[in-house]
Nanobody
Framework: QVQLVESGGGLVQPGGSLRLSCAAS????????MGWYRQAPGKQRELVAT???????NYADSLKGRFTISRDNAKKTVYLQMSSLAPEDTAVYYC??????????WGQGTQVTVSS
């Protein structure tokens, strides 16, 4: 079983940057596909990015070039570096861990607000 705790959210001005972290507890972190998802008010949760155990990455098309996902298996942490933030990036950002056929694990989320 995996517990996930996100941090790093907050208020940032348009055009700014922010780095989110997701710390995992439990064993075998390195085998999990880690991902970031986000949910804006009134909208469905959507994929931001994923990273495999071998550090292959996948991004939502609309976010390529602005967001970067990375992981540090020794620290059991996955990161999301966000740049050129815009108000439409405002959402709760969730960390996810999956390793089928295990159930998927979710963090509690961290709020990112982009506003002047």
């Amino acid at each position: 079983q995996v517990q996930l705790v996100e941090s790093g959210g907050g208020l940032v001005q348009p055009g700014g940057s922010l780095r989110l972290s997701c710390a995992a507890s439990g064993s075998s972190f390195s085998i999990y596909i880690m991902g970031w998802y986000r949910q804006a008010p009134g909208k469905q949760r959507e994929l931001v990015a994923t990273i495999t155990s071998g550090s292959s990455t996948n991004y939502a098309d609309s976010l390529k070039g602005r967001f970067t996902i990375s992981r540090d298996n020794a620290k059991k942490t996955v990161y999301l570096q966000m740049s050129s933030l815009a108000p439409e990036d405002t959402a709760v950002y969730y960390c996810n861990a999956k390793h089928p056929p295990e159930p998927s694990y979710w963090g509690q989320g961290t709020q990112v607000t982009v506003s002047s």
